[in-house]
């Protein structure tokens, strides 16, 4: 179910959860996005909304626009610009043109 681009996806050096899963699962253990994903895309339908208060830099954000589809949009929302500036990218970097991004 692996379907994300987390091979581009940027992250700042001390955020270990995000580094972690840049790796494959085998040497970090289970893989936890795979049941946030499976969530996402029970949850979620092509054409629905879906808003990430808190958006961090984006891992849930890339999982509920790709639920949605083109059809769909995300709004994501950071209050911290330099994490903000993160989710800017990484929605820049998986091409996610159904994402809103708001730095509030």
Known sequence: MRSLPYASFVSPVFDAFYKARSFPKEF?????????EAAFRALLA???????????????????ALAVGSSGEVHSFEPFRITFQFLNANVVLAGLQNVYTYNK
């Open 46 to 64: 092509p054409g629905h909304v879906a808003v990430d208060g808190g958006a961090n830099i984006g891992g849930y954000t890339q999982m509920m």
């Open 28 to 36: 970090w253990g289970k893989d936890d996005f795979a049941l946030f």
